[in-house]
């Protein structure tokens, strides 16, 4: 695969999202399996793992599964929100804290969890409301000086935060949702991110498994720990969810006529929109991280773009909550 820029650094244009075997898709992955993928994904190329404090115990995962391998990869990961709870344990809800204080908290532990003496690619998860921007951005910058981080990053930011966070510090790179299903970055942030040379990190390039082909009517995401539900993400709301699966038929279809399968189609539209992009696809097995960086072989001609371009607008559901959405394109 040829690399792609990353401020200081080149990563393989299609890395590993790493939150899927800790949390929010069902119940982790064995342990052992874990390990034995992640280890596996740097013999087969992979060189840029994406991770976060809020994934659960992901940075411990993966910072015993990569040790020893550290000079061959390179390391994402995020800080700010944090999850509430009631009098019991329980989950209520989350909390963003984008304060210096905060940020200096997360990183020694991430440091820590993940076995490293620095961090390739920091970001700030979610813009703090109460927090300016420049005054987390200025603190992440610090951290650069000192060599814990090698470049700063946002996620799920708007161009006009973005320009106020670059002013103040160098941003390398922008992670958000990005997909044949999730175009709203192109209206919200591109032409800032280019003007400045930084790097779009797509996350949920398969629109969180949609877009595979592997889901069906009677073959849905479900059960404990589960995230793609209704509640959360309404495009697998019920309604929602049979439409949005046949617009995966057109993705079906072109993949079917270049022997491709619709992962990779997904994943090699996201790249066809700029050098300027890296993904970053999520799984939990060996076979469909084989199949996902297939997709960078995989050539679209202007004849499948043009029969993709139209789907976006035709997707139902939001891609979060209320809640969700309101943390996003800030």
Partial sequence: MNKRKIGPF??????LGCMGLS????????????VRLLRQAVDMGVDHFDTAELYGRNEELLGEALEGLRDRIRIATKFGP?????ENGKRVGQTIDGSPANMRRAVENSLRFLRTDHIDLYYLHRLD????????????????????VLAIGLSEVNGDTFARANATHPVAAVQSEYSIFTRDVEQVLFD??????????????LGRGMLTG???????????????SGDMQPRWAEGAYEANLALVDEVKSIADEIDATPGQVALAWVLSRGEDIVTIPGTTKLKNLDSNLGAANVSLSD???????????????ARYNEMGMAAVNR
């Fill in 10 to 15: 080149e990563v393989n244009p299609i890395g």
């Fill in 23 to 34: 949390a929010f898709y069902g119940p982790p992955t064995d342990h052992a399996d874990a």
């Fill in 82 to 86: 944090k999850f509430t709870f009631d």
């Fill in 129 to 148: 409301p109460n927090t300016p921007v420049e005054e987390t951005v200025g603190a992440m910058g610090e951290l650069v000086k000192e060599g814990k």
């Fill in 192 to 205: 800032q991110l280019r003007a400045a040379g930084a790097t779009l990190v797509a996350y949920s390039p």
């Fill in 214 to 228: 592997s889901f069906s009517k009677d073959h849905k995401p479900g059960g404990q720990g589960e995230f793609r």
């Fill in 303 to 317: 004849t499948h773009l043009k029969r993709l371009e139209p789907l976006a607008d035709k997707v139902q559901g």
